[in-house]
């Protein structure tokens, strides 16, 4: 049997384990959901809708607990508040949306004959949601598949071990059927196991693009529907015309909040040069004046990053930047201790052949580079494996709009970063994955489309 286990990074000590369901024991939750999910299915839209918004206000007042039980286990600063603004938000635009997202789609009607193409429930949906954003991550994917009538089987990252728990512990209060949500650990060869076995209709995995891979080979042959929300190196891009000072706040924040470790979080910046100096001694002045500490004490403003091992990344990639010439301009703050307490870093003097520049960091390090023109910063936004999103900062959105239909990316953003919109669709290409959530988009994902040719007359 596995163990699972959750070290936090305040100060490395177990702060909770939990066995990982035999194999055999995982089936047969997953037959349980499957058994449940047509009945799930046949209640109103309404109703189920309802029971879903009643979950996620059960999370809000559990809210006062949930945020330094996150900072224990993955040290974002309580200061924060955690995520709930962001979950409900999403959870509550679904909702709104459901009754056209999921609506028939009308082809004709006439004496003879009625036409309609009906959407419905996927089936069984296995949401795999990371740790950094641990309760926003999995209600992209939870509400929406609950809403539109499938059951829902959780496996959430051992480094947010309890939250699982208290998603579960919320919808079932609110009155949804404890086998059409399930929260389970599993290890990864079970988990690939019951992939393989076609034990769901759809997985939505967010994480590495090493464990996206792991998903699409389970999945090899069984034809099951797929999401994947993978890696970024996401870039901002800085024009001649822009607001310096929100540019400056935006990014820096993008780079750094959460340390730096946000899905869509901004890993390297381009700035016309005749902005550059300005721009690198305003982004400076913001992240010494950071302070880096216990993420339960409310005057840390960034936290340890979430396990040593991703903090060990971030210091080699820095380190071989520097080796290549870069340039530090953070001074080590003294509570960097060499292991989850990590400097926040600002480098220039890069270039793309550094794997700051190249490779995911997920952590709080930002690259900058000053660039000449249009061309030049199009040409490094796309020099990446990765497209989840792009910052654009200019005041003419006639220029952005030509730009980032350009950019290899998912989202393009002018004038902000790191934010989902739900009534967008959040996707991305190259290896950042594939497929998307949110906005009706997320719906069409959970659900099949299914036709209906009817003749009404045989005469």
């Known amino acids: 049997m596995t163990t699972l286990t959750c070290v936090s990074p305040i100060d490395g000590s177990v702060f909770a384990t939990r066995e990982a369901l035999p194999l055999e024991a995982a089936r ?143 919808f079932h209060a609110a009155g949804v059927p404890e086998d059409v949500f399930q929260n389970v650990y ?29 998903v699409e ?4 042959g069984t034809f099951t529907g797929l999401g994947l929300e993978l890696g970024g190196k996401d870039p901002g891009y800085v024009m001649e015309d822009a607001d310096l000072d929100a540019a400056v706040d935006t990014l820096i924040d993008g780079a750094m909040f959460n340390s730096g470790q946000c899905c ?6 381009y700035v016309q040069e005749s902005l550059f100096d300005a721009f690198v ?30 903090a060990a990344e971030v210091r080699a990639q820095i380190d071989e930047a520097l080796a290549m010439g870069a ?25 793309h052949d550094m794997r700051v520049m190249r490779d995911e960091s997920f952590g709080p390090v930002v690259g900058i580079m000053p660039v000449k023109n249009d061309a030049e910063a199009l040409a490094l936004m796309n020099d990446s494996p990765f497209g989840l999103t792009a910052s654009l900062w200019t ?6 709009i030509r730009l980032g239909d350009a950019i290899q990316t998912g989202t393009v953003f002018l004038n902000r970063a790191d934010y ?15 497929g998307g959530a949110l906005s009706e988009i997320g719906y069409h994902s959970l659900t099949r489309p299914k036709s209906y040719h009817l003749k009404k007359v045989t005469q």
């Not at 989902?420 to 594939?434: A, E, V």
């Open 28 to 170: 047969q939750a997953a037959r349980r959901a499957r058994a449940a999910q047509a009945a799930w299915a046949a209640r109103p839209l309404a109703e189920r809708t309802a029971l879903v918004m009643a979950g996620v206000a059960a999370i809000g007042e559990m809210n006062d607990e949930i945020v330094p039980e996150l900072a224990r286990m993955m040290g974002r600063p309580v200061r924060y508040g955690g995520e709930f603004r962001g979950f409900h938000e999403r959870a509550a635009y679904m909702a709104q949306i459901a009754e056209r997202a999921l609506a028939d789609i009308q082809v004709g009607e006439d004496a003879t004959f009625r036409r309609f193409i009906r959407r419905v429930p996927q089936g069984v949906v296995l949401v795999v949601s990371p740790w950094n954003y641990p309760y926003m991550t999995a209600i992209n994917t939870v509400a929406p598949a609950l809403i539109a009538g499938n059951a829902v089987v959780l496996k959430g990252a051992t480094q947010t071990l309890l939250v699982g728990e208290r998603l579960a512990r919320a």
């Open 186 to 214: 599993l290890d990864h060869d079970s988990t690939a196991a019951l992939i393989a076995g076609r034990a769901f209709d759809f997985v939505n995995f967010t994480g590495s693009v090493g464990g996206g891979q792991a």
């Open 217 to 220: 080979r389970a999945a090899a």
């Open 264 to 269: 869509c979080g901004i890993e390297r910046i």
């Open 281 to 310: 001694d305003k982004a400076v002045a913001v992240v010494k004046g950071y302070r880096l500490g216990n993420p339960l004490d409310a005057e840390t403003t960034i936290g340890p990053m979430a396990n040593t091992r991703f």
């Open 327 to 351: 340039r530090a301009h953070i001074p080590t703050f003294a509570e960097d201790d060499g292991g989850a307490y990590l400097t926040p870093q600002i480098l220039t003097n890069v270039s």
């Open 395 to 400: 005041g003419d959105v006639d220029r952005a």
């Open 420 to 434: 989902l919109d739900p009534g967008l669709c959040w996707t991305g290409c190259k290896n950042t994955g594939r």
